[in-house]
C-alpha cells in the first residue's frame, strides 16, 4: 500500500497538484481506513484530502482514473470469440501438446481480465512508469511483449500457418491472443505515458522555454513564455508578499498595547511589541523597447505589469529614440498583451538613443529619486556610436539608493560594437545579463530579497 501511494503521490506532482507531507500522510490514513475495495468512495475521500481547487480536482479526477485504471480509460474490450472460446470445456492437455511455453499457455486459456492483469504486471517489470518521451512507446511495447512471449508466439504462429490445413486447430486463438496482447499493451503504455510520461515532457519543456534565448524563440513559444511568467512571478508573490505579523519580541509598545485592550477595560490581556517598520521600495523601470531588443522587452515590461502586487509604486518608462512614461498604461485594466503590444508599436520604432532618454528621465523621474528608490535599467548599452550622456547617469544613480543594469545580450558581446555597457556600469550596483526567462526569474528574485 506504501508503495502505490507514493507512486499515485509522485503522480499527482508531476500533474501540478502541490501535495505536501502532511496531506501525504492523511492520504494514507484515509487508505487505511477505507481500503481499497470501494473505489468510488476512496477517490471522494483523498479528493477532499489531497485537491484544494477546482482545477487541482479535475486533474486529481484524471489522475485517479489512470493510475488505479478505472472507468472508461481500460480501453480495450474483450474479443467475443476468443471469450466464446474460452466458454468451452477444453482440457489443459490439448494445449500443452502444441509445443508452447507454460506462460504462453495460461495466456490462451486465460480470460480477458486475467491477459490485462498479466500485461500489467509484464509493463511494472519492464519498468513503463519511467516513460519520458512520446517516441519511447514503441521500446516499452517491445518489452513488455518480450516479457510475454509474444516473439515465440509469433514463431508458432508461422509455424502453424505453413504447415497443412487442419494442422495446429489453435491457430485462430493464437491469432486471436497475440492481437490481444498488442492492443492490450499499447492501452496500458498510453495510460502510463499520459500519467507520467506526459507531465515529464511538460516539464522538459517549460525547462527548455526558461533556458533558452528569448529572441530564438517562435510566437507561439513566446505565448507560452506568458503563462510561464504568470506562475513565475504568482510564486514570487506568494513567497515574498508581506502578512500582517505580531512579533512577540522587543520592546513593549505602551500605546498600542493600551489601544488594543480598551475592551478589557486596561487590563493587559493582548501585548503588543515595538517592531521596526520598512517602507517598500520605489522602484523605477527604464526599458529600452527598440528593434534589437523588442522580443526581450515585451516579456520584461510583462514582468514588470505582473510585480504590482508586491510593488504597487512601480514606474516604467520606455524608449528608443524617445521616452515616455507608460505606468498608467500598463496599470490600466484590460489586455495587458495589447497594452504591451501598443507600446511597442507607438515607441519602439526608430534608432535607440540613451542620451535624450536618460535627459528626459532625469527631468521627469529625477525629483522623485531617493535613497528609498531603485532604479532598473534594460538595454543592450548600444547607442549608435552617439553621446551616452554618462553625467546624467552619474547623477540619477547618485540620487537613487541602488541601480541595476539588465543585459538582454550575451556578455560574449558585451563592449563591442557599439556597446558601451562597461561605462555605464560603473555607476551601476549590478550588471546582468537577462537574455532567458530563468535569467529575468533570477534577477527577480535577487530585486525582491534585496529590498523587501
Same mark, same amino acid.
Given at each position: 500500500?506504501?508503495?502505490?501511494?507514493?507512486?499515485?503521490i509522485?503522480a499527482? !506532482?508531476?500533474?501540478g497538484?502541490?501535495?505536501?507531507?502532511?496531506e501525504?500522510?492523511?492520504?494514507?490514513?484515509s487508505? !487505511?481506513i477505507?481500503?481499497?475495495d470501494?473505489?468510488?468512495q476512496?477517490?471522494?475521500?483523498l479528493?477532499?484530502?489531497?485537491?484544494?481547487?477546482?482545477?487541482?480536482?479535475?486533474?486529481?479526477s484524471e489522475c485517479?482514473?489512470?493510475f488505479?485504471?478505472t472507468?472508461?480509460? &481500460?480501453?480495450?474490450?474483450a474479443n467475443?470469440q476468443?471469450?466464446?472460446?474460452?466458454?468451452?470445456?477444453?482440457p489443459?492437455q490439448a494445449?500443452?501438446d502444441?509445443?508452447?511455453t507454460?506462460?504462453l499457455?495460461?495466456?490462451?486459456?486465460?480470460?480477458?481480465?486475467?491477459l490485462?492483469l498479466?500485461?500489467?504486471?509484464?509493463?511494472?517489470?519492464a519498468?513503463?512508469e519511467?516513460i519520458?518521451?512520446?517516441?519511447?512507446?514503441?521500446?516499452?511495447?517491445?518489452?513488455i511483449l518480450?516479457?510475454?512471449?509474444?516473439?515465440e508466439l509469433?514463431?508458432?504462429?508461422?509455424d502453424a500457418?505453413?504447415?497443412?490445413p487442419?494442422?495446429?486447430p489453435r491457430?485462430?486463438?493464437?491469432?486471436?491472443?497475440?492481437?490481444?496482447?498488442?492492443?492490450?499493451a499499447?492501452?496500458?503504455?498510453?495510460?502510463?505515458y499520459?500519467l507520467?510520461?506526459?507531465?515529464?515532457?511538460a516539464q522538459m519543456?517549460?525547462?527548455m522555454?526558461?533556458q533558452?534565448?528569448i529572441?530564438?524563440?517562435d510566437?507561439?513559444?513566446?505565448?507560452?513564455?506568458?503563462?510561464?511568467?504568470?506562475?513565475i512571478?504568482?510564486r514570487?508573490?506568494r513567497? *515574498?508578499k508581506?502578512?500582517?505579523?505580531?512579533y512577540?519580541r522587543g520592546m513593549l509598545?505602551l500605546h498600542?498595547?493600551?489601544?488594543?485592550?480598551?475592551?478589557?477595560?486596561?487590563?493587559? *490581556?493582548?501585548?503588543?511589541w !515595538?517592531?521596526?517598520?520598512?517602507?517598500?521600495p520605489?522602484?523605477?523601470?527604464?526599458?529600452d523597447?527598440?528593434?534589437?531588443?523588442?522580443q526581450?522587452?515585451?516579456?520584461m515590461l510583462? $514582468?514588470? #505589469?505582473?510585480l504590482?502586487?508586491?510593488?504597487?509604486?512601480a514606474?516604467?518608462?520606455?524608449?528608443?529614440?524617445?521616452?515616455?512614461?507608460?505606468?498608467?498604461l500598463?496599470?490600466?485594466r484590460?489586455?495587458?498583451?495589447?497594452?504591451?503590444?501598443?507600446?511597442?508599436?507607438r515607441?519602439?520604432?526608430?534608432a535607440t538613443?540613451?542620451a535624450?532618454?536618460?535627459?528626459? $528621465?532625469?527631468?521627469?523621474?529625477?525629483?522623485?529619486?531617493?535613497?528609498n528608490?531603485?532604479?532598473?535599467?534594460?538595454?543592450?548599452?548600444r547607442n549608435?556610436?552617439g553621446d551616452?550622456? +554618462?553625467d546624467?547617469?552619474?547623477?540619477?544613480?547618485?540620487?537613487?539608493? @541602488?541601480?541595476?543594469? +539588465?543585459?538582454?545580450? @550575451?556578455?560574449?558581446l558585451?563592449?563591442?560594437?557599439?556597446?558601451v555597457i562597461?561605462d #555605464?556600469?560603473r555607476d551601476?550596483?549590478g550588471l $546582468?545579463?537577462?537574455?532567458?526567462?530563468e535569467?529575468?526569474? &533570477? $534577477?527577480c528574485e535577487?530585486?525582491?530579497?534585496k529590498?523587501?
Open positions: 500500500m506504501e508503495a502505490e501511494l507514493v507512486g499515485f509522485s499527482l !506532482r508531476r500533474a497538484l502541490p501535495v505536501s507531507s502532511d501525504t500522510l492523511a492520504a494514507a490514513e487508505i !487505511r477505507l481500503g481499497f470501494n473505489r468510488r476512496l477517490k471522494s475521500a479528493s477532499l484530502v489531497l485537491a484544494k481547487t477546482e482545477p487541482d480536482k479535475q486533474r486529481f485517479f482514473e489512470r488505479y485504471n472507468g472508461a480509460t &481500460q480501453g480495450v474490450e467475443p476468443v471469450e466464446t472460446r474460452r466458454q468451452e470445456d477444453q489443459p494445449i500443452s502444441q509445443g508452447l507454460p506462460s499457455s495460461n495466456l490462451l486459456q486465460a480470460s480477458h481480465e486475467q490485462r498479466s500485461v500489467q504486471q509484464a509493463g511494472e517489470n519498468g513503463v519511467n519520458r518521451l512520446f517516441t519511447q512507446r514503441g521500446v516499452f511495447l517491445r518489452r518480450q516479457q510475454l512471449d509474444w516473439p509469433q514463431q508458432k504462429m508461422l500457418s505453413q504447415g497443412a487442419g494442422r495446429h491457430l485462430a486463438d493464437m491469432q486471436n491472443l497475440s492481437a490481444n496482447i498488442q492492443a492490450l499499447r492501452d496500458y503504455i498510453d495510460r502510463q499520459a507520467h510520461g506526459q507531465p515529464r515532457s519543456r517549460e525547462q522555454l526558461m533558452t534565448r529572441n530564438q524563440l510566437p507561439g513559444q513566446i505565448a507560452s513564455c506568458r503563462k510561464l511568467v504568470a506562475r512571478v504568482k514570487l508573490t513567497h *515574498f508581506r502578512r500582517k505579523r505580531y512577540r509598545d498600542t498595547t493600551l489601544r488594543h485592550n480598551m475592551s478589557n477595560e486596561g487590563i493587559l *490581556f493582548k501585548l503588543r !515595538r517592531r521596526k517598520h520598512r517602507d517598500r520605489r522602484v523605477f523601470v527604464l526599458c523597447v527598440s528593434g534589437s531588443v523588442r526581450y522587452a515585451e516579456l510583462l $514582468f514588470v #505589469y505582473s504590482q502586487d508586491i510593488l504597487p509604486r514606474q516604467c518608462y520606455a524608449f528608443a529614440s524617445r521616452l515616455e512614461n507608460i505606468t498608467a500598463l496599470k490600466a484590460g489586455d495587458i498583451e495589447q497594452a504591451i503590444a501598443t507600446t511597442l508599436r515607441i519602439g520604432g526608430g538613443d540613451y535624450s532618454a536618460l535627459d528626459d $528621465f532625469c527631468r521627469e523621474a529625477g525629483p522623485m529619486l531617493n535613497r528608490s531603485v532604479l532598473i535599467v534594460f538595454g543592450d548599452a549608435n556610436h551616452p550622456s +554618462l546624467t547617469f552619474h547623477r540619477l544613480t547618485g540620487k537613487a539608493g @541602488s541601480t541595476y543594469w +539588465l543585459n538582454p545580450e @550575451s556578455h560574449f558585451w563592449n563591442t560594437g557599439d556597446s562597461a #555605464y556600469a551601476c550596483d $546582468f545579463e537577462a537574455s532567458t526567462l535569467q529575468l526569474e &533570477q $534577477f535577487y530585486l525582491l530579497r529590498t523587501l
